[in-house]
């Protein structure tokens, strides 16, 4: 996908609208460590951020969804999983496609470690050689939403991923680049020829949010 938007995977014949959420609070967020795509489970109140999602989901908010998909990392997928027992969604398959960004030499370390061994680089976006490139985030994650408005063309689909790639589509898509909290998100609508990022969500109440993926 361009910096525009357009798809240049597999087209679709109708747009479709996908609700992205962040995951719930993992133990490395809790711990403030970067984690990129370890599989780390949720905390309690990750798991706690999942019920009150789904709560909402399931008092009305969910009108109109027609399954929820997610990572196959733990974290998504569990918070996925409660979201889907509690709404009475299908949980599809999870698509490794919606992974977390790959951070390279940074997963496990802190924002403190991160600035001992590579000062300087996150106050000017740096990031260290095994990170992994916007234009492979764009290329993996669009073709998993062109396959998920393909097949669920008439409705909307619930997308529990995560945030740094949230950040990465709504950046490359022109629209702002905010924070995205734990059960936080975004919506995008699929054309057959680009994707729009649309009005951001927060399911739950947050008094913090960390910028570490």
Known sequence: MDRAGQLTSKAVSSPGRL???????????AARRWQGQADIDLTETGRAQARTAAERLA????????AVISS???R??????IIASVTGLELLAADPRLRETHVGEWQGLTH???ERDWPGY???HRRPPGFESEDSILERVTASFADLSARFADGNILVVSHAGIVRVLRRRLGAPDERIANLGGSWFTVWPDRIQAGDLVDMTEHDEVGEEL
Request: net charge negative; no cysteine; proline share 0%.
């Open 59 to 66: 008092n009305g908010f969910a009108a109109g969804f027609s």
């Open 72 to 74: 196959d990392l733990t």
């Open 122 to 124: 996150l106050d000017t």
């Open 76 to 81: 998504a997928r569990d918070t996925a999983t």
């Open 112 to 114: 403190d470690e991160i």
């Open 19 to 29: 609700l992205v959420l962040r995951h719930g609070q993992s133990e490395w967020n």
